[in-house]
């Protein structure tokens, strides 16, 4: 419910603070003294667009502010799926700022404009003649049926079961999809692959065969320069190792001498031992290099395959083709094993299926049940409201697609004629009927949920005095477990409330505003005589003003 309300500088209202109580609350006031005004506020509190014609002094921020007291059990889940701070005493305050842009608040917090309107719907819900589109929706009269067949338990099951058979649908058919494309490539994949491991990559190394191609490649060269150069060491009368043994001779005769000629000859010595291994070295080189087509033909073969494989992959290395093997190996495995996912998740699929149909089933024989006490309910409420001859017919049909609650068709058939046909709601009932039609299932609600404060405008325009009586005493009804503002002309209704509110104008320095007064009972009868008889109090009017409030 709302327990205090705070409006400034919005349209003619230039500062007004009110508490409210529970119960019903009559709001009345001559027509252009500002009811709409607070509703309008009250709107834009609750979501609605912002636009800075409303208000009064754009030199300066508007502001709208009122603080609801919650029920933690009902609106705690709420504010926690949307990110908000939960209070059990909320306030929810708009401000529009001179700029023409507008700020919104959930106790102090920030919050968006679409997170608001997510959270509105259960603090006010306001409802005018103008205001019943909500009546033609399926959605709407599918949750009428609901509340009365109490079906939420049944509802929040086929929603997980739903939103788990969505989940599995929607990897079937990306798997369907990807396995229609990967099947393409398979072929080609596999073929690269094969390709690959016909390389026998793992034992090849490309700068080893390589080396050895030169080498078989040069035999006769690498043979001819090895011997020419042994010979260059080791001839016997020319050779660079029968000079250098001269010369350690030379020194031998010195060594004595000096320790100075002791070291050179220690140094000639070992490059003498030094180039005796590698004259013996080079003979055996020259020995074991050979030439041997066969190889050399194998070799060629292995690093032509291998260049041709690092060309067309435009890789340059071994380990780089090695890494594109096993990249082909998991997408060839992945091919393969799409079927037994995808078989997998048909079976998953088909699991859900039954247990969503299950649920929806329930759904619908609970819903067909309650049908006739909805009616009869209904037919009840607008018989007291002026509509003796109205009839109701709900048709479910059932589809073959899972919808967000269920799998049932609504359409709500109506006519408030004797002998005529029935005809969509929205297409055979009027304005006024509407907002009857909307007052009686509100009333009927009111008897199996807790319901949001409501805000009537005016539903009352062309009632008799009879059903007038008729319609506040089920406002009375339902203000015994919510909140109820209803702004009316009829004194018949005003009576009925449990607080009054009267809207007027004043002029303040020749500048008109709006202001608001919570009556007394005294006061009470006084403007309940002027709706009856005007503004001149007679004897009557007052009395029969007091009958009224009696």
Not at 189 to 208: G, M, P
Not at 528 to 541: C, Q, R, V, Y
Request: charged content about 25%; hydrophobic content about 40%; some cysteine.
């Amino acid at each position: 419910m709302i327990t205090n309300l705070t409006i400034k500088n919005y349209a003619l209202i230039d500062d007004i603070g009110v508490k409210f109580n529970s119960g019903l609350t009559i709001i009345t006031g001559e027509t252009g003294a500002g009811k709409s005004i607070l509703l309008g506020a009250l709107a834009l509190l609750l979501g609605k667009r912002a636009d800075l014609t409303s208000v009064k002094d754009i030199s300066k921020k508007c502001i709208i502010e009122a603080e609801f007291k919650l029920d933690e059990h009902l609106l705690l889940p709420v504010f926690s799926n949307n990110n908000l701070d939960f209070d059990l005493h909320t306030i929810v305050r708009r401000e529009l700022l001179p700029s023409g842009k507008s700020r919104a608040f959930v106790n102090d917090t920030p919050v968006t404009l679409s997170q608001l309107q997510v959270i509105a719907p259960y603090l006010a819900d306001i409802h005018s003649q103008h205001e019943t589109l909500s009546l033609f929706s399926e959605t709407f009269q599918m949750e009428i049926i609901d509340v009365l067949a109490g079906n939420t338990g049944l509802l929040n099951k086929y929603s997980k079961k739903l939103a788990g058979y969505n989940e599995v649908a929607e990897n079937l058919a990306e798997l369907t999809y990807k396995k229609e494309t990967d099947s393409k490539e398979l072929d080609y994949n596999t073929f690269l692959y094969t390709e690959l491991i016909e390389a026998n990559l793992e034992n090849l190394n490309q700068e080893k065969l390589e080396e050895t191609y030169e080498t078989l490649t040069n035999t006769e060269v690498i043979q001819e320069s090895l011997s020419k150069v042994n010979q260059l060491i080791s001839s016997e009368q020319i050779g660079t190792l029968e000079t250098i043994k001269e010369v350690r001779s030379i020194l031998g005769n010195l060594r004595s001498i000096s320790s100075e000629f002791e070291e050179y000859w220690n140094r000639v010595n070992s490059i003498i031992i030094e180039l005796d291994d590698l004259s013996e070295s080079l003979e055996q080189t020259t020995t074991s290099i050979e030439a041997n087509p066969k190889v050399l033909f194998e070799i060629n073969n292995s690093l032509q395959l291998l260049y041709k494989l690092q060309q067309k992959h435009a890789i340059d290395s071994v380990d780089g083709l090695i890494d594109l093997q096993k990249s082909l190996a998991l997408k060839i495995d992945s091919t393969n094993n799409l079927e037994n996912r995808i078989v997998s998740l048909i079976v998953e699929q088909e699991r859900l299926n039954i247990e969503v149909s299950k649920i929806a089933s329930k759904l619908h024989k609970k819903r067909i049940e309650v049908i006739p006490t909805l009616i009869k309910k209904l037919k009840k409420l607008v018989i007291d409201l002026g509509l003796p001859n109205a009839q109701f017919k709900f048709e479910i049909s059932t589809t073959s697609n899972f919808r967000k609650n269920g799998t049932d068709s609504l359409q709500l058939l109506f006519t408030a004629n004797k002998g005529l046909a029935f005809g969509p709601l929205k297409k055979v009932a009027s304005g006024g009927e509407l907002s009857r039609i909307m007052l009686a299932i509100k009333a009927v609600l009111a008897e199996y949920k807790m319901l949001p404060t409501m805000v009537f405008d005016e539903i009352d325009t062309g009632l008799s005095g009879e059903v007038a009586y008729k319609m506040s005493g089920i406002l009375n009804i339902m203000s015994k477990t919510m909140q109820i503002f209803c702004i009316t002309h009829l004194p018949q209704i005003a009576a009925a409330g449990n607080h009054h509110i009267k809207i007027y104008k004043e002029d303040v320095n020749e500048i008109t505003v709006t202001r608001l007064k919570i009556l007394n009972k005294e006061e009470r009868v006084n403007e309940l005589a002027e709706m009856i008889g005007g503004k001149i109090l007679t004897d009557a009017a007052l009395n029969h003003a007091k009958e009224l409030l009696n």
